[in-house]
C-alpha cells in the first residue's frame, strides 16, 4: 500500500497540469527536500571542521581584551518575526491537512509537503537566531530559500484563489493564511536582497560598532562623508523617504552643489575607479593577456548589482500580469454576482491590489537600481578614460584628437550607461512572454498559439530593423566625431580664425559636417517612427490574428476572454516595444564599447623607457647610450640616432641648431615621451620640464607655480623673485592670487613662460629640462632669468636647455649641436668654434645681428654708460611693496580678493527657478511657427479615440457568457475591430513622423542658431569661457535635442491624451470614481509641484557639472608630457575622481528623486484602482454591463502607469529642456560688431598707404579688469618699417590686437589711411591686413589647406610662398607634397616650423600692412636672419609693425615705439633714442650686447 501511495506520488509529480490539484504540492515538495538536503550537508560539513579545529586546538587562547554583548538590528528582528510567523502559518496549514481540509486527491502528498515546510521553516527560524555574531550579511542559503519562498506563496495564494473561483466556492481560511504567510515572504524578500543583517556589537565600555567591513579600508576623510543614501534603513531604501530632507532644502530655496549630500562609498569615483581596475586585472590574469577584454571587464564590475535589479525585475514582470489573469474571474463574478456573494469579490480585489503594490515597490527597486549602476559603470568609464589619456603614446594622440576623446566621455559613456538599464529587459522579456501565452491558453485554449506566432512575428520583424539602425548609429557617431574635432580645433584656435578673417570659412565647414549628421539621425528617427507603429500596431495585429484563429477554431470569444486578451496584448507591448529599444541599445552600446575597447588599447608611452638609478649610485645625472628614438614605434624612420650623452650631476648643457634638427626631441627623450627602439636611458633624481609652448592651468597664478607643492612663503618668494614675476603681479589687482583664464589667455606670451619656469624652479627637482624657454621673453628679462634662474637658484642643478639666442650658449659646460636627428657636435663654446664644421654659422648669424646693433650704437654715440640708476629704484620699490604684501600675509590677513576683479572666468551662467515659458515657445515655435504641433496632437487623439471605440465595440457586442449568443457575426465584428484599430495604427504613423520631423528641423535650427552666436561672439567670450562649456553643449546637450527631446515633449501631450481616456472609459461605468480621483489627482499634482523646484535644481546642476570634467580633461591632454615629468599623474588622477563626484552628487539624487515621485505616485494611483474595483463589486446587480465594467478594469489596470507617466512624462521633459535652455543661452551671446558694413565699406584698394594712427586709445579686455593700455597717441607712418618693443606684459600684444579690433576700444580711436577702423565691418579690415601672431597655429588637414584655406591661390603661388619661407624643400621631400598631412595642433610639425607657415600665409596675402608678433622666437639666428631678408624684400614698400624681443629685427626699424605698463614710454627712431642714455630702448640694446659679450666671463666665475 506504501508503495503504491509512493508510485502515485512520483506519477504525480511527473504529470503537472493547470488543472490538477495536487500541481502545487508536486512543486513545493522538492523544493523543500531541496532545501533541508543542502542544510543538512552544509551542517555535515561544518561540524567535520569543528571537530578537526577541536584536535588542533592549542592550549593557548586569546582572550577578549573588551567582552562585547550582542544587538539585533531592524533587519535581524523583523526577520525572525516574519519566520516566527510564516512556521506558524505553515504548522496551522498541516493541522487543516491532518483535519482533511485540502484539494489534492493525495493526503500523503499534500501532508509530507507540508512537513517538509514546517520543517524548513524551523530550521530557518533556529538558523537566523544562531546566526554567528561576525556575520555582517545573512547567509546565502537562508536568503536563496527566503527568495523561493516568496515565489511559492504567490503560486500558493494565486493557485487556491482560482480553484476557490472555479468551483464556486467561499473563501476559507486557508487562503486567508495564504495572504498572511505572503506578506511575510514579500518583507523577507526585500530583506533577502538588502542582505545586512544590522547586528551591532556593544562592548563593556559603551563603543558601539556595525558590522560594516566594506567601509573599514577607507580612510578618515571618506568616513567622515555625509550620505543620506549610505546611512538609511530598510524602510526608507523601500519608499525612497531618506530623500526627504533634500526636498525640504529644496522646497524653500534653489539648491546649490554645497547643499547636496554626499555619494555613498559605494558610488564614490575613488571607490569605483579602483573596483574596475581589480575587474581588469582579474581579467588579465585570466585571460593571460595585456589587453583585456572591456566586455569581461564589465561584466565583473557590474555583475553583483545587475543580479540583484534582475531579481526585481523578474518580480515586477511577473506581478503585472497578475491584473490581466484576473479579469476574467472579475468580469465572471460581475455577471454572477448575486450567487458568489461580495466576499470573492472583494478577495480579488486584494488580489488586485497586492499585485500592484509588489509590482510598484520592485518595478521602483530595479529601476533604481539600473540607474545606479549605470552611474558606477559611468563612473569607472570616465576615470579609466582620463587615466589612459595620461598614458597616451604621440602616435596615439595623433589618432584620437581631444574632441573624439571627449565624445567617448560624454556620448559613448552614456549610451553603456543606459544598456544597463535595458539590460533587465532581458530577463524580463521571456517571463512576460510565457506569463502572457499561459494566460491566453487559460482563457483562449490552443488561441493563445496563434497569439505566440503573431507575438515572434512581431518580434523578429524589428531583428533587421536594429541592424539597420545599428548601422545609422555607427555613421552618427563617426559624423558627430568629426563634427566635434572640427569644433574643438575652431575653438582652441579662435583668435587666428578671427585674425585671419577665416571664421566664416570655418562656419561653413562645421555647418557641413553638421549637415552631414543630420542625413544619419533623419534616417536613424524615421526608422524610430517606423518602430513606434510596430509597438502601437502589434496589439491590434497580435489581437486580430489571435481572434480570426479563434473564430475559425470554434473557440468562443465572451467578454471576459475578450478583455483579459486585450489587456494581456497590452501587457505585451512592453516586450515587443522593449525588444527593438533593447536591440536598439545594444547596438548603440556595443558601436559605444567598441569605440572606448579600440582607444584603451591605444599604445602607450613606453613605461620602461627609463631606467631610474639612486642618485648616490652614480656621478652622471643623465646617461643616453647608443640612443634610437622615434616619435612611432616604427623602426624604420627614426627622429633621433646614435645618440650617446652623459651629464654629470650639476652640468650646465645647451642644445642648438636649425628648425626642425631634433633639438626638442631629444628631451622628449629624456622625459620617456618618444618611443626608444634601442639603447639605454638612465636617469639620478627627479625632473622639471618647460615646454616650448606655454601650458597653463585655469586657476590662479600661485596655484600653476606651486602646482601641487605645499605653500613655502620663503620659498615661493625667492622663486618668483628669481623668474621676474614681482612687478607682473603688482600689476593685477589680486597680486598672484589674480585667475588665469583658459590657457592663460589673459596672459602675454612671456608671462606664460616665467610662470612656467616659476612652476619648475619652485618644484626644486635634480635635473631641468628647458625647450627654448627665452623665445618669448625680452632681453632684459632672458638675462635676468639666465643670471637669477638658471645660473642663480638652479646653478647646482643639472640644467638641459634649448636655445636659439647664441648670447646663452657660452655659459654651457657643454654644448650640443643638432643636426638631422643627430648630435652633430659636442663641446665648450671655444671648442666649437675652434672646429669650423657648421656651429659658426649659427654663431655668424648672431654676429651679424650683433654687429647691426653696435654700429647704430655706434653712429649715435661713442660710448655707453652702464646700467642706470633707475633700475635699482624700480626694484627696490617692487620688493618695498612685496614686503609689505607678505607681511600682510604673514599676519593672516592676506590682500582682499574682490570676486569681480580677480576672476576672468566666472562660475558657469545658470538659470535659477522654473523654466521659462519663453523657453518652451521657442521650441515649439521654432520650425513653422509651431504650425506642426496641432497636427501631431490630432493624429495622438484620433489615435486615443480610434483604440478606445475598438475596445469599447469588442466589450459591448460580444456575450458576457458562453451561453449567450453575439449580437452580430463574429467576422462582422471582427471586421469593424480591425478597420479601426488598424486606423489608430496609422495615426501613431503619422504622429511619430510628425513628432520625427519637427524635432530634428527644431534641433538643426537651434544649433545652427547657437554656431553663428558663438562665432560671432567676441574672443573676451572665449576669454572667459572654458571650451569645455562649450563643447558641452555642442555634444551633450545637442545630442538631448537630436534625439529626446521632442520625444519627451510628445510624451507630455500623449499620456495626458491616454490618461483622459482611460478617465472616460472608467466613468461611463462608475462615475462615482470621480469623487476619489480628483483629489488623487490633487494630491499628485501636489507632489509634482514639491517635487520640481529639487528635480530641476539638481538637473541644472548635474549638466554644469559635466563642463568642468571636460575642461579637465582637454587641459590634461595638453600638458600631458608636463604632467609626466612632474610625476603628477596621480594629483590630477585624484582631481579627476573629484570632479566626477561632484558631478556624480546631482545626477544621482535627481534621478532618485524621480523614483521617489514615482513610488508616491503608484501609490496614489493604486489606492484609485483599488477604490474602484471595491466600487464595481458593491454595486447593485444590473446596474452596471459586466462587459463595460471588465473593459474599465481593462483600462483600469494601467491607470497607476499612466497616471504617474503623466507627471514623470512633465518633469523629465523639463529636465531634458533644460538643454534647449542652455543652447538657447548661447544663442544669445553679444555680437561683435558686423563683418560687413554695406554702407561704410572702404575703397577696394584700402589701405593704399598704410598710415596707422592712434588717438587716446584705451584698451581693457573686460569691464570689471583694469585698463591694458593706456592713453595711447601715436602715428606708424605708412610704408615704414616700425618697431615695438618694451617688457614682458607691456601691452605690445594687445596693441596688435586693437588694430585687427579683437578687442574694441574703451576709448579713442585707430585710423588707418584716413579711415577709422571701427566704421568698417570686421572683414573688411582683417582681410585687408597681415599677422604672423605669437602662438603659430595649424589646423588639421594638409599644408595646402594650412596655407590658403579659402582657395583663392594657385599650387604655383603656394610653392613660391613655401620655398621663400624656407619650408619648399622639406615639403617636397614629402611624399604627398602639398597634400601631406598636418595632425591636430600640429603636433606633427616643429614648433619653428609651424611659425615658418605662418609667415607662407602672410607671403600669399600680400597686405599693404603686415604685423609681426614674435614671428621668429621659435627659429634659430640663422633661420632668423633669411626670414628678416625675406621680409625686407617682399614688404620693402609696406607698413610692417614688428614686435621682437630680439632686438635685431627691430634696430633697422625706421620707428621704435617702446611701451611700459600699457603707456607709451619713447616712441622714435632707433638712433634717436640710443642718443638718450635713460631712455627704455638704449637700456635694452645695453643688455642685450652685453649679455651677448660678457658671458664667457660669467660662465668662468661661476665655475670657479
Given at each position: 500500500m506504501l508503495w503504491e501511495d509512493l508510485s502515485n506520488m512520483v506519477l504525480c509529480a511527473t504529470s503537472l497540469t493547470l488543472g490538477s490539484p495536487c500541481m502545487l504540492e508536486n512543486v513545493m515538495l522538492p523544493v523543500g527536500i531541496g532545501f533541508l538536503s543542502i542544510w543538512l550537508i552544509q551542517i555535515i560539513i561544518k561540524g567535520v571542521e569543528s571537530i578537526r579545529k577541536r584536535k588542533n586546538k592549542v592550549s593557548d587562547q586569546d582572550t577578549e581584551i573588551h567582552p562585547t554583548v550582542l544587538e539585533y538590528g531592524l533587519a535581524c528582528k523583523t526577520s525572525i518575526f516574519c519566520c516566527t510567523l510564516l512556521l506558524a502559518v505553515h504548522i496551522l496549514l498541516l493541522l487543516m491537512v491532518v483535519k482533511g481540509e485540502t484539494q489534492c486527491n493525495s493526503k500523503l502528498v499534500v501532508f509530507t509537503s507540508e512537513t517538509v515546510l514546517v520543517l524548513a521553516w524551523a530550521i530557518t527560524l533556529i538558523s537566523v537566531c544562531k546566526m554567528p555574531k561576525v556575520n555582517v550579511k545573512f547567509p546565502w542559503m537562508i536568503r536563496s530559500w527566503w527568495v523561493c519562498s516568496f515565489f511559492l506563496c504567490i503560486i500558493n495564494l494565486a493557485f487556491h484563489s482560482h480553484f476557490r473561483m472555479s468551483k464556486k466556492k467561499q473563501i476559507g481560511l486557508r487562503e486567508y493564511a495564504d495572504l498572511l504567510g505572503l506578506l511575510a515572504s514579500t518583507i523577507l524578500l526585500g530583506i533577502s536582497i538588502w542582505g545586512r543583517t544590522g547586528i551591532v556589537l556593544i562592548a563593556t565600555d559603551g563603543i558601539s560598532e556595525p558590522l560594516l567591513s566594506e567601509k573599514s579600508g577607507k580612510d578618515s576623510e571618506s568616513l567622515k562623508r555625509e550620505s543620506l543614501y549610505g546611512k538609511s534603513t530598510f524602510l526608507q531604501l523601500i519608499t525612497f523617504s531618506w530623500l526627504n530632507p533634500l526636498f525640504a532644502v529644496g522646497y524653500k530655496k534653489a539648491l546649490e552643489q554645497s547643499d547636496i549630500p554626499d555619494v555613498a562609498i559605494e558610488d564614490s569615483a575613488e571607490f569605483l575607479s579602483s573596483s574596475f581596475d581589480e575587474s581588469i586585472r582579474n581579467v588579465k590574469e585570466a585571460d593571460g593577456t595585456t589587453n583585456p577584454s572591456i566586455y569581461k571587464a564589465i561584466y565583473l564590475f557590474a555583475r553583483k548589482k545587475a543580479l540583484i535589479n534582475a531579481c526585481f525585475a523578474v518580480v515586477s514582470a511577473a506581478a503585472s500580469y497578475v491584473g490581466p489573469y484576473l479579469i476574467t474571474d472579475f468580469v465572471s463574478f460581475l455577471a454572477e454576482k448575486g450567487s458568489l456573494g461580495l466576499n470573492e469579490g472583494y478577495l480579488l480585489s486584494l488580489g488586485f491590489l497586492c499585485a500592484k503594490m509588489i509590482e510598484t515597490i520592485t518595478q521602483r527597486q530595479w529601476i533604481f537600481g539600473a540607474r545606479q549602476a549605470g552611474l558606477r559603470l559611468r563612473v569607472a568609464l570616465i576615470s579609466h578614460i582620463y587615466k589612459k589619456g595620461l598614458n597616451l603614446s604621440s602616435k596615439s594622440r595623433q589618432r584620437h584628437s581631444g574632441g573624439e576623446i571627449m565624445n567617448y566621455m560624454s556620448v559613448d559613456v552614456q549610451r553603456i550607461t543606459d544598456f544597463m538599464y535595458y539590460i533587465n529587459v532581458i530577463w524580463m522579456l521571456p517571463v512576460q512572454v510565457t506569463l502572457a501565452v499561459c494566460i491566453l491558453h487559460t482563457n483562449l485554449g490552443l488561441g493563445s498559439l496563434a497569439a505566440l506566432a503573431a507575438t515572434l512575428t512581431v518580434m523578429g520583424m524589428n531583428i533587421p530593423l536594429t541592424r539597420i539602425q545599428k548601422r545609422y548609429q555607427s555613421k552618427i557617431m563617426e559624423a558627430k566625431d568629426n563634427r566635434m574635432k572640427a569644433t574643438s580645433e575652431v575653438l582652441r584656435n579662435m583668435k587666428t580664425l578671427k585674425l585671419q578673417a577665416w571664421d566664416t570659412e570655418f562656419q561653413n565647414r562645421l555647418e557641413e559636417l553638421r549637415a552631414t549628421e543630420s542625413i544619419w539621425l533623419w534616417k536613424s528617427l524615421r526608422q524610430g517612427a517606423f518602430s513606434a507603429f510596430i509597438f502601437w500596431g502589434s496589439p491590434t495585429f497580435i489581437s486580430l490574428v489571435t481572434f480570426w484563429v479563434c473564430m475559425l477554431m470554434g473557440i468562443e470569444l465572451t467578454a471576459g476572454r475578450v478583455l483579459s486578451a486585450f489587456a494581456t496584448f497590452r501587457m505585451l507591448q512592453d516586450p515587443i516595444f522593449n525588444l527593438p529599444d533593447l536591440l536598439n541599445v545594444v547596438a548603440q552600446g556595443k558601436v559605444s564599447v567598441d569605440r572606448i575597447a579600440s582607444y584603451l588599447r591605444e599604445e602607450e608611452v613606453q613605461h620602461n623607457a627609463i631606467e631610474y638609478v639612486p642618485r648616490d649610485h652614480t656621478q652622471f645625472d643623465i646617461v643616453i647610450e647608443k640612443g634610437r628614438f622615434s616619435w612611432d614605434s616604427e623602426p624604420s624612420n627614426p627622429t633621433l640616432d646614435g645618440i650617446d650623452l652623459r651629464v654629470k650631476r650639476g652640468m650646465k648643457v645647451a642644445l642648438c641648431g636649425t628648425v626642425g634638427s631634433g633639438k626638442s626631441s631629444l628631451l622628449s627623450s629624456i622625459l620617456g615621451e618618444m618611443y626608444k627602439q634601442s639603447g639605454t636611458v638612465k636617469i639620478g633624481g627627479t625632473k622639471a620640464y618647460v615646454p616650448q609652448s606655454p601650458w597653463i592651468l585655469t586657476g590662479n597664478f600661485r596655484d600653476n607655480i606651486t602646482f601641487g607643492k605645499e605653500y613655502n612663503s620663503v620659498k615661493y618668494e625667492k622663486t618668483i623673485e628669481a623668474c621676474a614675476l614681482i612687478k607682473d603681479f603688482e600689476l593685477f589687482s589680486c597680486g598672484d592670487l589674480t585667475e588665469i583664464g583658459e590657457r592663460g589667455i589673459n596672459m602675454?606670451?612671456?608671462?606664460?613662460?616665467?610662470?612656467?619656469?616659476?612652476?619648475?624652479?619652485?618644484?626644486?627637482?635634480?635635473?631641468?629640462?628647458?625647450?627654448?624657454?627665452?623665445?618669448?621673453?625680452?632681453?632684459?628679462?632672458?638675462?635676468?632669468?639666465?643670471?637669477?634662474?638658471?645660473?642663480?637658484?638652479?646653478?647646482?642643478?643639472?640644467?638641459?636647455?634649448?636655445?636659439?639666442?647664441?648670447?646663452?650658449?657660452?655659459?654651457?659646460?657643454?654644448?650640443?649641436?643638432?643636426?638631422?636627428?643627430?648630435?652633430?657636435?659636442?663641446?665648450?663654446?671655444?671648442?666649437?668654434?675652434?672646429?669650423?664644421?657648421?656651429?659658426?654659422?649659427?654663431?655668424?648669424?648672431?654676429?651679424?645681428?650683433?654687429?647691426?646693433?653696435?654700429?647704430?650704437?655706434?653712429?649715435?654715440?661713442?660710448?655707453?654708460?652702464?646700467?642706470?640708476?633707475?633700475?635699482?629704484?624700480?626694484?627696490?620699490?617692487?620688493?618695498?611693496?612685496?614686503?609689505?604684501?607678505?607681511?600682510?600675509?604673514?599676519?593672516?590677513?592676506?590682500?582682499?580678493?574682490?570676486?569681480?576683479?580677480?576672476?576672468?572666468?566666472?562660475?558657469?551662467?545658470?538659470?535659477?527657478?522654473?523654466?521659462?515659458?519663453?523657453?518652451?515657445?521657442?521650441?515649439?515655435?521654432?520650425?513653422?511657427?509651431?504650425?506642426?504641433?496641432?497636427?501631431?496632437?490630432?493624429?495622438?487623439?484620433?489615435?486615443?479615440?480610434?483604440?478606445?471605440?475598438?475596445?469599447?465595440?469588442?466589450?459591448?457586442?460580444?456575450?458576457?457568457?458562453?451561453?449567450?449568443?453575439?449580437?452580430?457575426?463574429?467576422?462582422?465584428?471582427?471586421?469593424?475591430?480591425?478597420?479601426?484599430?488598424?486606423?489608430?495604427?496609422?495615426?501613431?504613423?503619422?504622429?511619430?513622423?510628425?513628432?520625427?520631423?519637427?524635432?530634428?528641423?527644431?534641433?538643426?535650427?537651434?544649433?545652427?542658431?547657437?554656431?553663428?552666436?558663438?562665432?560671432?561672439?567676441?574672443?573676451?567670450?572665449?576669454?572667459?569661457?572654458?571650451?569645455?562649456?562649450?563643447?558641452?553643449?555642442?555634444?551633450?546637450?545637442?545630442?538631448?535635442?537630436?534625439?529626446?527631446?521632442?520625444?519627451?515633449?510628445?510624451?507630455?501631450?500623449?499620456?495626458?491624451?491616454?490618461?483622459?481616456?482611460?478617465?472616460?472609459?472608467?466613468?461611463?461605468?462608475?462615475?462615482?470614481?470621480?469623487?476619489?480621483?480628483?483629489?488623487?489627482?490633487?494630491?499628485?499634482?501636489?507632489?509634482?509641484?514639491?517635487?520640481?523646484?529639487?528635480?530641476?535644481?539638481?538637473?541644472?546642476?548635474?549638466?554644469?557639472?559635466?563642463?568642468?570634467?571636460?575642461?579637465?580633461?582637454?587641459?590634461?591632454?595638453?600638458?600631458?608630457?608636463?604632467?609626466?615629468?612632474?610625476?603628477?599623474?596621480?594629483?590630477?588622477?585624484?582631481?579627476?575622481?573629484?570632479?566626477?563626484?561632484?558631478?556624480?552628487?546631482?545626477?544621482?539624487?535627481?534621478?532618485?528623486?524621480?523614483?521617489?515621485?514615482?513610488?508616491?505616485?503608484?501609490?496614489?494611483?493604486?489606492?484609485?484602482?483599488?477604490?474602484?474595483?471595491?466600487?464595481?463589486?458593491?454595486?447593485?446587480?444590473?446596474?452596471?454591463?459586466?462587459?463595460?465594467?471588465?473593459?474599465?478594469?481593462?483600462?483600469?489596470?494601467?491607470?497607476?502607469?499612466?497616471?504617474?507617466?503623466?507627471?514623470?512624462?512633465?518633469?523629465?521633459?523639463?529636465?531634458?529642456?533644460?538643454?534647449?535652455?542652455?543652447?538657447?543661452?548661447?544663442?544669445?551671446?553679444?555680437?561683435?560688431?558686423?563683418?560687413?558694413?554695406?554702407?561704410?565699406?572702404?575703397?577696394?584698394?584700402?589701405?593704399?598707404?598704410?598710415?596707422?594712427?592712434?588717438?587716446?586709445?584705451?584698451?581693457?579686455?573686460?569691464?570689471?579688469?583694469?585698463?591694458?593700455?593706456?592713453?595711447?597717441?601715436?602715428?606708424?607712418?605708412?610704408?615704414?618699417?616700425?618697431?615695438?618693443?618694451?617688457?614682458?606684459?607691456?601691452?605690445?600684444?594687445?596693441?596688435?590686437?586693437?588694430?585687427?579690433?579683437?578687442?574694441?576700444?574703451?576709448?579713442?580711436?585707430?585710423?588707418?589711411?584716413?579711415?577709422?577702423?571701427?566704421?568698417?565691418?570686421?572683414?573688411?579690415?582683417?582681410?585687408?591686413?597681415?599677422?604672423?601672431?605669437?602662438?603659430?597655429?595649424?589646423?588639421?588637414?594638409?599644408?595646402?589647406?594650412?596655407?590658403?584655406?579659402?582657395?583663392?591661390?594657385?599650387?604655383?603661388?603656394?610653392?613660391?610662398?613655401?620655398?621663400?619661407?624656407?619650408?619648399?624643400?622639406?615639403?617636397?621631400?614629402?611624399?604627398?607634397?602639398?597634400?601631406?598631412?598636418?595632425?591636430?595642433?600640429?603636433?606633427?610639425?616643429?614648433?619653428?616650423?609651424?611659425?615658418?607657415?605662418?609667415?607662407?600665409?602672410?607671403?600669399?596675402?600680400?597686405?599693404?600692412?603686415?604685423?609681426?608678433?614674435?614671428?621668429?622666437?621659435?627659429?634659430?639666428?640663422?633661420?632668423?636672419?633669411?626670414?628678416?631678408?625675406?621680409?625686407?624684400?617682399?614688404?620693402?614698400?609696406?607698413?610692417?609693425?614688428?614686435?621682437?624681443?630680439?632686438?635685431?629685427?627691430?634696430?633697422?626699424?625706421?620707428?621704435?615705439?617702446?611701451l611700459s605698463d600699457g603707456k607709451i614710454a619713447q616712441f622714435d627712431a632707433p638712433s634717436k633714442l640710443l642718443e638718450r642714455e635713460d631712455s627704455f630702448f638704449s637700456k635694452l640694446i645695453r643688455e642685450y650686447s652685453r649679455r651677448s659679450q660678457s658671458f664667457i666671463s660669467l660662465a668662468t666665475q661661476n665655475g670657479q
Open positions: 602675454s606670451g612671456g608671462q606664460k613662460q616665467r610662470i612656467q619656469i616659476a612652476r619648475s624652479v619652485y618644484q626644486d627637482a635634480d635635473i631641468y629640462l628647458f625647450d627654448d624657454p627665452f623665445s618669448a621673453v625680452d632681453a632684459h628679462t632672458g638675462s635676468h632669468l639666465f643670471k637669477e634662474c638658471l645660473m642663480g637658484v638652479l646653478r647646482e642643478k643639472t640644467i638641459l636647455y634649448v636655445t636659439h639666442q647664441v648670447e646663452f650658449l657660452p655659459a654651457a659646460d657643454l654644448i650640443l649641436v643638432m643636426q638631422n636627428g643627430r648630435i652633430a657636435q659636442a663641446g665648450t663654446f671655444e671648442q666649437l668654434l675652434k672646429q669650423n664644421i657648421g656651429f659658426e654659422v649659427l654663431v655668424g648669424a648672431h654676429n651679424q645681428a650683433l654687429e647691426s646693433i653696435l654700429m647704430v650704437e655706434n653712429s649715435s654715440r661713442k660710448t655707453l654708460n652702464s646700467a642706470p640708476e633707475g633700475e635699482s629704484n624700480d626694484n627696490s620699490q617692487s620688493n618695498s611693496e612685496l614686503s609689505h604684501t607678505q607681511h600682510n600675509i604673514e599676519q593672516g590677513s592676506p590682500p582682499e580678493i574682490n570676486e569681480k576683479e580677480g576672476k576672468l572666468v566666472q562660475d558657469e551662467e545658470r538659470e535659477r527657478g522654473s523654466i521659462s515659458r519663453e523657453v518652451y515657445w521657442t521650441y515649439l515655435t521654432t520650425v513653422k511657427g509651431g504650425a506642426l504641433v496641432p497636427l501631431i496632437l490630432l493624429a495622438q487623439s484620433s489615435f486615443q479615440v480610434l483604440q478606445v471605440a475598438s475596445n469599447y465595440w469588442m466589450a459591448w457586442v460580444c456575450p458576457t457568457s458562453s451561453d449567450a449568443k453575439p449580437t452580430f457575426k463574429m467576422d462582422f465584428i471582427l471586421l469593424v475591430y480591425m478597420a479601426l484599430s488598424v486606423g489608430s495604427a496609422f495615426c501613431v504613423l503619422l504622429r511619430a513622423i510628425l513628432v520625427a520631423k519637427a524635432g530634428l528641423w527644431t534641433a538643426q535650427k537651434l544649433f545652427i542658431n547657437m554656431l553663428h552666436s558663438i562665432l560671432r561672439a567676441p574672443m573676451s567670450f572665449f576669454d572667459s569661457t572654458p571650451h569645455g562649456r562649450i563643447l558641452n553643449r555642442a555634444s551633450t546637450d545637442q545630442s538631448v535635442l537630436d534625439l529626446e527631446m521632442a520625444t519627451k515633449l510628445g510624451w507630455c501631450a500623449f499620456s495626458i491624451i491616454q490618461i483622459l481616456g482611460t478617465i472616460a472609459v472608467m466613468s461611463q461605468v462608475a462615475w462615482q470614481v470621480f469623487v476619489i480621483f480628483i483629489p488623487v489627482t490633487a494630491v499628485c499634482v501636489w507632489y509634482q509641484r514639491y517635487y520640481t523646484p529639487t528635480a530641476r535644481e539638481l538637473a541644472r546642476l548635474s549638466q554644469i557639472q559635466i563642463a568642468p570634467i571636460l575642461h579637465h580633461f582637454a587641459e590634461s591632454l595638453a600638458g600631458v608630457a608636463s604632467i609626466r615629468a612632474f610625476d603628477q599623474e596621480g594629483r590630477f588622477v585624484y582631481s579627476n575622481l573629484e570632479l566626477i563626484d561632484s558631478y556624480s552628487k546631482p545626477w544621482f539624487h535627481n534621478v532618485s528623486a524621480m523614483e521617489w515621485l514615482s513610488y508616491r505616485l503608484n501609490l496614489l494611483s493604486n489606492f484609485v484602482f483599488a477604490f474602484s474595483l471595491v466600487l464595481l463589486v458593491v454595486l447593485p446587480e444590473g446596474i452596471i454591463n459586466p462587459s463595460i465594467a471588465g473593459l474599465a478594469v481593462t483600462y483600469g489596470i494601467n491607470l497607476n502607469v499612466l497616471q504617474a507617466s503623466v507627471i514623470w512624462n512633465i518633469c523629465n521633459a523639463e529636465n531634458k529642456m533644460i538643454s534647449v535652455e542652455r543652447i538657447i543661452q548661447y544663442s544669445n551671446i553679444k555680437s561683435e560688431a558686423a563683418l560687413v558694413i554695406e554702407d561704410s565699406r572702404p575703397p577696394n584698394n584700402w589701405p593704399e598707404i598704410g598710415t596707422i594712427c592712434f588717438k587716446n586709445l584705451q584698451i581693457r579686455y573686460a569691464e570689471h579688469l583694469p585698463s591694458v593700455l593706456k592713453s595711447i597717441n601715436c602715428t606708424f607712418p605708412g610704408r615704414k618699417k616700425i618697431g615695438v618693443v618694451g617688457r614682458t606684459g607691456s601691452g605690445k600684444s594687445t596693441l596688435i590686437q586693437a588694430i585687427f579690433r579683437i578687442v574694441e576700444p574703451w576709448e579713442g580711436s585707430i585710423v588707418i589711411d584716413d579711415l577709422d577702423i571701427c566704421k568698417i565691418g570686421l572683414h573688411d579690415l582683417r582681410l585687408r591686413l597681415s599677422i604672423i601672431p605669437q602662438d603659430p597655429t595649424m589646423f588639421e588637414g594638409t599644408v595646402r589647406g594650412n596655407l590658403d584655406p579659402l582657395e583663392q591661390h594657385s599650387d604655383k603661388e603656394v610653392w613660391e610662398a613655401l620655398d621663400k619661407c624656407q619650408l619648399g624643400q622639406l615639403v617636397r621631400s614629402k611624399q604627398e607634397k602639398l597634400q601631406a598631412s598636418v595632425v591636430e595642433n600640429g603636433e606633427n610639425w616643429s614648433a619653428g616650423q609651424r611659425q615658418l607657415f605662418c609667415l607662407g600665409r602672410a607671403l600669399l596675402k600680400k597686405s599693404s600692412i603686415l604685423v609681426l608678433d614674435e614671428a621668429t622666437a621659435s627659429v634659430d639666428s640663422a633661420t632668423d636672419g633669411v626670414i628678416q631678408k625675406i621680409i625686407g624684400q617682399e614688404f620693402k614698400d609696406r607698413t610692417v609693425v614688428t614686435i621682437a624681443h630680439r632686438i635685431h629685427t627691430v634696430i633697422d626699424s625706421d620707428l621704435v615705439l617702446v
